[in-house]
């Protein structure tokens, strides 16, 4: 009894084998990882040289001083403004659509058997395997141009997002609650209410904040191809080489970016606690 004791708690303290040793598994994925960039770059034409040359270098520096001073006439600013509100909008509202939607479809995709929950997650990884550039693309044809076909394609992308992640959360959420609420008699919809979703509903607000991060700045690239917002006027003034209102544009993105990355984050702590 003594000798199987020490043989198991041996197995259960066993110490991982060597990093540089055959059995490691971390050594070998670290050299096909590195494998992998080697042929990175040998399958690829990158012209190192001629991006860092000293011709390369002044361009750019002339390019980059196109850009100051930026335009700050009131005019210009509050046309700014009003396509920063117009992309901001377009991500809170696409996202609040994208988590009821990937809410209604991570509970099929969780909870059903057998190929019923194949096909929902089949639904899933289409959705979100689509670009929000080739979604707002297509749906200009429908929607037309304007914010509505950018705020549809960030739904329907971040919809097949959330609804993975969210599935995810569903399964993973302890089995106790649940099963102490179904020896009491109560049926599926009481289950999940009063048992798996105070559960995990922190981490799926905290998912969904995550998205509206990613939101924001996919919602200020969808305006290039007349999907509204910021994006719309960056496309406009570089394609009429005005750098000056270009570099407005610009810095009215980055502010809008740290602003919501900063209540994105702030929301996500306080949800923890």
Known sequence: MTSSRQKAANLRYRLPPPLFDARSRAAWLVLGVLALVVASFASLDL??????????????????GEFVPPDTSPGFVAKVAQGAWET????ALGTVLAALAGVA????ASRLP??????????????????ELVWASMLLISAGLGPFAGTLALAIHTSGVLGRLFAEAIENAPPGPAGALRIQGAGTLRVFLYATLPQVLPQLMSYTLYRWENNIRAAAVLGVVGAGGLGQLLMYHMGLFQMDK??????????????????????RRWLTR
């Open 105 to 108: 479809m991570a509970l099929p």
């Open 47 to 64: 012209k190192l040289g001629s991006f860092l040359s000293g011709e390369a270098l002044a361009s750019m520096r002339k390019f980059l």
């Open 114 to 131: 057998g190929a019923a929950r194949g096909g929902v997650r089949l639904l899933l990884n289409a959705l979100r395997s689509v670009p």
């Open 246 to 267: 270009t570099a407005t544009v610009l810095a009215a993105m980055l502010v809008l970016v740290a602003v919501v990355d900063g209540v994105s984050f702030s929301l």
């Open 88 to 91: 901001l909008a377009m991500s």
